[in-house]
């Protein structure tokens, strides 16, 4: 289980930072290196979405009062 948070945390950074390169620079890195519509690109996108559902979970393992009452 560690691995896969350690994954999806490095995933999450990666999503981050590709997004504030937009914001500050409008530069889209992954698209800059892959393509714009490559299939390889929408796979970046689709782990990065993942791995952001994924770490909702962790956060309510890491803060059970983030999650409400139990």
Known sequence: MLTLAAIALILVIIGALNWGLVG???YNLVSALFGENSKVSKAIYALVGIAGVYSIFLLTRVMPCA????
């Not at 999650?67 to 139990?70: F, Q, S, T, Y």
């Open 67 to 70: 999650a409400g009452p139990r």
């Open 24 to 26: 500050v620079m409008n």
